[in-house]
């Protein structure tokens, strides 16, 4: 139980083009999904802290307008890149959590890696 | 605001050996801890974590983890390493908020396993 899925786990794209990743909780449904980046041989940064219906939180220095989050299902958020440029390449990670994951715990998905040519 | 530290950056056991990883918070109340588990290019799988109660966890793969509260640490421990244990590994600490569980993570060890 508790299955985080990722939708693509890699992708390329071209310097000012967009690109949507998909975060689906399989086998739960997630009350709060989660969105980190993960820089090469560094920790977890989270992004942004999204509730399923409503705004997404995010942190300090994340800039809402360019990382664009959506929860618009209690299995499904996305995350989606505006205008992406190369220092945007990184580890995308999300994580949900719900009442299978015993409300205080999260379920983290595959990752996607992101790389902006 | 919480925060982790784990002070090895790299450790590296022999096969067989046990293995221990520390892991040091800073959080106001009582604090929820989790350790999770990164093999490259993967996501984080949960080894266990702490809430309340014994303060020995039991986790998968034969993982086990102590809270101290005296020590605020929260070190992960296994008696016998394998060479499938290679990975990173991330403490966290988790404060409640208004929209979830925050987590907040350490900088990870990075553990290496020679045969």
């Known amino acids: 139980g508790a299955v985080v899925s990722q939708h693509p786990s890699w992708v390329i794209c071209k310097s000012g083009t967009s690109v949507k990743i998909e975060c689906r909780s399989l086998?739960?449904?997630?009350?709060?999904m989660f969105w980190y980046r993960q820089f090469p041989k560094q920790s977890l940064m989270l992004m942004a802290t999204?509730?399923?219906?409503?705004?997404?939180?995010?942190e300090q220095g994340v800039e809402k307008d360019k990382f664009l989050i959506n929860h618009a299902s209690l299995t499904l958020s996305t995350l989606t890149v505006t205008s992406a440029h190369p220092e945007d390449s990184s580890f995308y990670i999300c994580s949900a959590e719900g009442a299978l994951a015993g409300g205080r715990g999260q379920y983290f998905g595959p990752g996607t890696r992101l790389t902006v040519t | 605001a919480q925060s982790v530290t784990q002070p090895d950056i790299h450790i590296t056991v022999s096969e067989g050996a046990s293995l221990e990883l520390r892991c040091n918070y800073s959080y106001g109340a009582t604090p929820y801890l989790f350790w999770y588990v990164q093999s490259p290019g993967q996501g984080l799988q949960l080894l266990l974590k702490y809430f309340s109660g014994d303060t020995l966890v039991q986790g998968i793969k034969g993982f086990e983890a102590e809270f101290k509260r005296s020590q605020s640490s929260f070190n992960l421990r296994k008696p016998s390493v394998h060479w499938s244990d290679a990975a990173e590994y991330f403490c966290?600490?988790?404060?409640?908020?208004?929209?979830?569980?925050?987590?907040?993570f350490g900088t990870g060890t990075q553990l290496k396993v020679e045969l």
């Open positions: 086998d739960f449904q997630a009350t709060t």
């Open positions: 966290a600490v988790g404060a409640i908020t208004g929209g979830g569980n925050k987590l907040t």
């Open positions: 999204s509730n399923e219906g409503s705004k997404a939180t995010y």
